[in-house]
């Protein structure tokens, strides 16, 4: 059974950090690509980040030069760093698992809460 369990989320100023993890259970880690998507309130779920096996990322463009994507292949996890937060990065983060190196999303975490505010 795959399961994606998130920690690190919760409230921060506006120019704050947080780190976010995924530990991650049930299927080949190494073998998959994974991902960060957001969903804001009163919005569809958002792609943040990805990252293939091998390291390679992809980032939205709102998040680019401030958030990183990183894994531990030999951990079964994945990190997303957020640097200089903004109001409109507030949203409920999901962590994302495909089997496959280049295969869409198949599996998703229970979320983390990000509140960024004053």
């Known amino acids: 059974q795959v399961q994606l369990v998130e920690s690190g989320g919760g409230l921060v100023q506006p120019g704050g950090s947080l780190r976010l993890s995924c530990a991650a259970s049930?299927?080949?880690?190494?073998?998959?690509?994974m991902g960060w998507y957001r969903r804001a309130p009163g919005s569809e779920r958002r792609l943040v980040a990805l990252?293939?096996?091998?390291?390679?990322?992809t980032y939205a463009d709102s998040v680019k030069g401030r958030f990183t994507v990183s894994r531990d292949n030999g951990k079964n996890t994945v990190s997303l760093q957020m640097d200089s937060l903004k109001p409109e990065d507030t949203a409920v983060y999901y962590c994302?698992?495909?089997?496959?190196?280049?295969?869409?999303?198949?599996?998703w975490g229970q979320g983390t809460q990000v509140t960024v505010s004053s």
């Open positions: 994302s698992a495909a089997r496959t190196p280049w295969g869409a999303a198949e599996y």
């Open positions: 049930g299927f080949i880690f190494s073998n998959g690509r």
């Open positions: 990252i293939t096996p091998g390291g390679r990322t």
